[in-house]
């Protein structure tokens, strides 16, 4: 899971109002780093903690990543085994103004685990990895921050238990691949964590019962903040029963004429609430799954969908499929193959989720209306055959969202930078979000919203 901590140096910027001029924060020397490690030394060498590392292998790991261009090493990785570890840590942090790094399943795409160049302490929390509590009456469960989504849910199958965690990549924001029938991770499905402040405060956002009308929502406020100032753990999230399901693919004339298919799929044709997922690829995308994807299978190299179906019964996920066949016909959807049982069924699924492993970098995600989406993933998509930048197009389709995969070099940061505001202007035209951008509020919000944005970080509300 990526965000498992969160570094807390925005905290530490001064108080800006609409009409003052942004300062940059003030963290401390090269001095203050090499203070903060001897300290780090001596206040946890006589614990049990895992450990303090400078080596610079250990660094490569931690701090660089083959999915974006901007890697910094942290300069130093710290292995907490309790909260107690890591309350002396921040504390450690806060007093040499040393910014803190966040890693745990290290999934993040767009940078996250990067250092800071005049030094940070990255906390790496791999040897907090146990669930601690599972609660298959409640449906819910506690775990620690170094425990990972499929972790937890290869565990529950194990032991028998028809549940599963179904937020698909993890507890960010983001939408992923199970949005479109589970929503986000801030759809309520964290109930309860605790928090470590950046003052080394230690709080719980709520009680473990499933209905509170007492008080602000603090658990959505520090869930999915990825680029904010805080930590949790543990971790107390629902779970959701096990169903059913089935996959289905389907090739289209372009990406526009798919996306379409997918909006009347759920918002006309009543198939919604059976549509557990439902991914956009274009053509090179089919291409590059064919030619470096692992499976036995060829597909027609056209922009198409995949669909995972989930119902009761088999009977009722084929008479669902034909349905939403019926609906792909109609735009111009062709070769519709539905799996023939379970295997099938994970192999197909499997080619979707490869998708990462065929592009060598990523543009953040565009999220619009889904009224609004084929004209924004065919206008993106002509945009980059503009540009004749190899890539390929992947989406949530079913969330209103998509992603493009640009190979690049160095050489080309420019383009892409380009192609990127491009992409956004589009999007802010559509009333959309950019998901994965810092800038996302002043880009798509009112000056009053970026403010008060602002005031939470900075601890003024």
Known sequence: MCGAVGGYNIALSTVVTPTTAVHPL??????DFKSAIKELKETLQHSEFGGISTDQADLIIHGESPYHHHNQDSGVVVYPRNTEDVVKIVKIANKFRMPVV????????????????????CVDMSAMDAILEIHEADADLVYQ?????MTVNETLCNKGIPLFFPIDPGPTGCSGTNAVQYGTAKGEW?????????????????????????????ANLFIGAEVHYFCHFPLLFRLAPVPPTTVATVQFPNVRAAAEAVRQSIDVAGVGASVQRVELVDDNFMKALNKFGSSKRKYL???????????????????IAKIAKAVCEKNGGTGF????????????????????HIGLSI?????????????????????IADAGMPSILVGHAGDRDFHTFLLQTLQQLKLVSRLLHKNVGLSLEFRSTKKHLVEEVNWG???????????????EI
């Open 26 to 31: 003030e963290y401390g020397t090269e001095e």
């Open 102 to 121: 966040p890693y745990s399943g290290a999934t993040s795409l767009e940078g996250q685990i990067s250092g800071h160049p005049g030094g940070s302490i």
């Open 145 to 149: 921050p170094g425990v990972g989504w």
């Open 190 to 218: 964290f109930l309860n964590l605790t928090v470590i402040l950046p003052s080394g405060e230690v709080i719980k956002t709520r009680r473990r019962s499933r209905k509170s009308a007492a008080g602000f929502d603090l």
């Open 301 to 319: 190299e056209k922009d198409g969908l995949f669909f995972k179906f989930q119902g009761h019964s088999e009977a009722a996920m084929k008479e």
């Open 337 to 356: 193959k539905l799996a023939n049982g379970q295997t099938e069924a994970d192999a197909m699924w499997s080619n979707r989720k490869n998708a990462l």
């Open 363 to 383: 543009l953040p995600g565009a999220c619009v209306p889904v009224s609004k989406l084929p004209e924004l993933v065919y206008e993106t998509k002509k945009d």
């Open 445 to 459: 919000s009112r000056p009053g919203t970026v403010e008060l944005t602002k005031n939470v970080i900075r601890g």
